[in-house]
């Protein structure tokens, strides 16, 4: 079984600041994923990679897949509160299931 | 357009008891699949179904068992329930054929088994 393993697992951050969250694995995947998650809600896709050396942005979010396509990493830059959520990359396996991490929880204060 | 839904949103169940969850994907997928997350966890692969066939499962128990009905829908079913069942279980709805799989989950039905 691929795993993934997310770090750092909490951030509490000012606004404001800059953070990366990573998302490391032995295997190869595929194409990774990342997701948000609110309390109480289901994961919201935010991107997907899918070549090696990947990079794509989403407003302040940067998204980049490593060249191994074994790792990713999320940064965002200039965190706003309402960028407080779950974060949780998921490596697509077998061509029918994803895999999820255990997640990094962002919590950005005022 | 509607995303996924599920019914119901909170459900509390004794140990022993059996409990059926409902998904209805968006509009145009045609996969659905489970997964279970508990507390602090990422969410875990239980099921896919696409065109009502299985098409992967995860290591779950025989107790967990799934169906897709001709207009996508999905249940999910769990026999036997234990205190170690308790938590959200989420559906994601696909079109596969895109090639990335990409899937839009709903907001989930918590369940506490007491």
């Known amino acids: 079984t691929q795993l993934l393993e997310q770090s750092p697992q909490f951030l509490s951050i000012q606004e404001g600041e800059n953070l990366t969250v990573y998302c490391n694995s032995s295997s190869v995947f595929s194409s990774l994923q990342w997701y948000r998650q609110e309390p109480g809600e289901g994961p919201v896709l935010l991107v997907t990679?899918?070549?090696?050396?990947e990079v794509k942005k989403l407003k302040r979010l940067t998204f980049q897949f490593g060249d191994a396509r074994k790792d990713s990493s999320l940064h965002i830059t200039a965190a706003q509160p309402g960028d407080t959520g779950l974060y949780l990359c998921?490596?697509?396996?077998?061509?029918?299931?994803?895999?999820f991490g255990k997640g990094t929880t962002l919590s950005v204060s005022s | 357009d509607a995303g996924v839904t599920q019914s119901p949103t909170h459900l509390i169940k004794t140990r022993g008891q059996q409990v059926t969850l409902r998904c209805s994907p968006i509009?145009?997928?045609?996969?659905v699949s489970w997964y279970q997350q508990v507390l602090g966890q990422g969410p875990q692969f239980i099921f896919q179904?696409?065109?009502?066939?299985?098409?992967g499962r995860g290591n779950f128990p025989d107790r967990f068992s799934a169906r897709q009905f001709p207009n996508y829908s999905s249940e999910l079913n769990v026999n036997a329930l234990l205190l170690g069942d308790s938590a959200l279980y989420l559906c994601?709805?696909?079109?596969?054929?895109?090639?990335?799989?990409?899937?839009?989950f709903g907001p989930g039905t918590r369940l506490t088994v007491t």
């Open positions: 990679v899918v070549t090696g050396g």
């Open positions: 509009s145009g997928h045609k996969s």
């Open positions: 994601a709805s696909s079109f596969p054929g895109q090639g990335l799989y990409e899937q839009y």
């Open positions: 998921a490596g697509l396996q077998a061509g029918t299931a994803l895999i």
């Open positions: 179904y696409y065109e009502k066939e299985e098409r």
